[in-house]
T-cell receptor, first 111, second 114 residues
Framework: EDKVVQSPLSLVVHEGDTVTLNCSYE??????LLWYKQEKKAPTFLFML????IEKKSGRLSSILDKKELFSILNITATQTGDSAIYLC???????????FGKGTLLTVNP | GAVVSQHPSWVICKSGTSVKIECRSL??????MFWYRQFPKQSLMLMAT?????????EQGVEKDKFLINHASLTLSTLTVTSAHPEDSSFYIC??????????FGPGTRLTVT
């Protein structure tokens, strides 16, 4: 059975801190690893990673994939209160690219 | 990325009635759409894969006769929750696959069954 595990499940930091969110996966016919941010509604797309060792970056967020060790990390530097959200990791696999989601990391950034 | 809409954004219905939720891909022709369900404080669970012009593929444990999926065009998939019960109350979200096989989600539909 496909499985995605995220850690920590929740995290509380102060504005300006740097955080690292972890995601490990076991997925049959793995294709890609995706990160999403979920606030009050549906998840919004952050990154899709398909190749090992190549960092993807968007502003203060960055992510990297290790296909040998089957994990990915999402870094957020200089956190702001607007970064408070649930961060979901999902692995895509199989012939129809379906996603298996982890339980998410609830990040709270306090002023 | 793809722009996805859902309608309605929230709905309240009585137990035993049926509810239809629409998912539209506004700027992208989607041969495949996915339907997810999310209970409070839980992650997204895939319910079914909706394929344009053919039958949907349901995940294990999801009743196909209760959750009817129709994907009649490249821009529209519908999910009908038949004979709804309070335990069907949830957040239903659809997604489409983008050009690089990433998934983009609709804004979700919050269903409350009383």
């Amino acid at each position: 059975e496909d499985k995605v595990v995220q850690s920590p499940l929740s995290l509380v930091v102060h504005e300006g801190d740097t955080v690292t969110l972890n995601c490990s996966y076991e997925v049959t016919n793995f294709r890609s690893l995706l990160w999403y941010k979920q606030e009050k509604k549906a998840p919004t797309f952050l990154f899709m990673l398909t190749s090992s060792g190549i960092e993807k970056k968007s502003g203060r967020l960055s992510s990297i994939l290790d296909k040998k060790e089957l994990f990915s990390i999402l870094n957020i530097t200089a956190t702001q209160t607007g970064d408070s959200a649930i961060y979901l990791c999902a692995a895509s696999g199989g012939s129809n690219y379906k996603l298996t989601f982890g339980k998410g990391t609830l990040l709270t950034v306090n002023p | 990325g793809a722009v996805v809409s859902q309608h309605p954004s929230w709905v309240i219905c009585k137990s035993g009635t049926s509810v239809k939720i629409e998912c539209r891909s506004l700027d992208f022709q989607a041969t495949t759409m996915f339907w997810y369900r999310q209970f409070p404080k839980q992650s997204l669970m895939l319910m079914a894969t909706s394929n344009e012009g053919s039958k949907a593929t349901y995940e294990q444990g999801v009743e196909k006769d209760k959750f009817l999926i129709n994907h009649a065009s490249l821009t529209l998939s519908t999910l009908t929750v038949t004979s709804a019960h309070p335990e069907d109350s949830s957040f239903y979200i659809c997604s489409v696959i983008g050009s690089s096989y990433e998934q983009y989600f609709g804004p979700g539909t919050r269903l409350t069954v009383t």
